[in-house]
């Protein structure tokens, strides 16, 4: 038996309607189709959205604003599409050779890491070497973006003590009320050991709710 198709999420058959509907406008069908794609390729879907936007094609195609049309017919959101845009006309101004790659013999970056890239050469107090490394780890090497922020987050976008105590709070407290939730479930744990570790428990999460 031969392989079946993989099936369509929602998303894509909305987009590939969409398509169908507006086949008398090329543009806007690319458009639609890089979005499609962009995962596989960004800088095509960056590229023609950082377009849109400027030319105001958004317009034509019955939309008051970029944002509303984004949202409505590509089912991207905002935050996606500021990282795509920004992270194209970041590499148009700073990196312009990356727009040439063609993703076999030089990796392309992911918009999200060079994302991170663009930000930390905005943060003004962000040590240069360590700048100047992350510039590297994505320009040159293609690193994702889970293992530039495990090495360089805390040195770039360092955390006031204030932040740090809150975060590690709210991390703890969520933490120990799933633990308690466990707890009060399992046979796993004997009874009485269940017992007195919840009662640890209950103090410990009165303390941080104080705290919090």
Do not use: C
């Not at 994702?144 to 407290?173: C, G, H, M, W, Y």
Request: charged share 35%.
């Amino acid at each position: 038996m031969g392989r079946m198709a993989p099936q369509r999420t929602k998303v894509e058959a909305a987009l590939a309607d969409a398509e169908a509907e507006h086949a008398d406008d090329p543009e806007r069908v690319e458009m639609l189709r890089r979005t499609r794609r962009f995962k596989t390729s960004w800088l095509e879907l960056a590229e023609a959205l950082s377009l849109a936007r400027s030319q105001g094609h958004f317009k034509r195609w019955g939309y008051d604003s970029f944002e509303d049309y984004t949202k409505r017919e590509l089912h991207l959101r905002q935050e996606t599409v500021d990282k795509l845009t920004g992270s194209f006309m970041f590499l148009k101004k700073r990196a312009p050779e990356v727009l040439t790659r063609d993703g076999l013999s030089h990796t392309i970056p992911s918009y999200q890491a060079v994302d991170f890239l663009r930000r930390a050469e905005a943060e003004e107090n962000a040590p240069e070497e360590a700048v100047e490394a992350i510039r590297q780890r994505v320009i040159e090497d293609g690193a994702a973006l889970p293992s530039i922020v495990r090495q360089f987050r805390d040195v770039v976008f360092p955390i006031d003590a204030s932040t740090q105590k809150e975060r590690d709070t709210s991390n703890l407290l969520n933490v120990a009320k799933r633990l308690r939730e466990l707890l009060a479930e399992t046979h796993v744990v004997p009874r009485r050991l269940a017992s007195e570790v919840g009662d640890s428990l209950d103090r410990l999460l009165d303390t941080l709710r104080a705290a919090a």
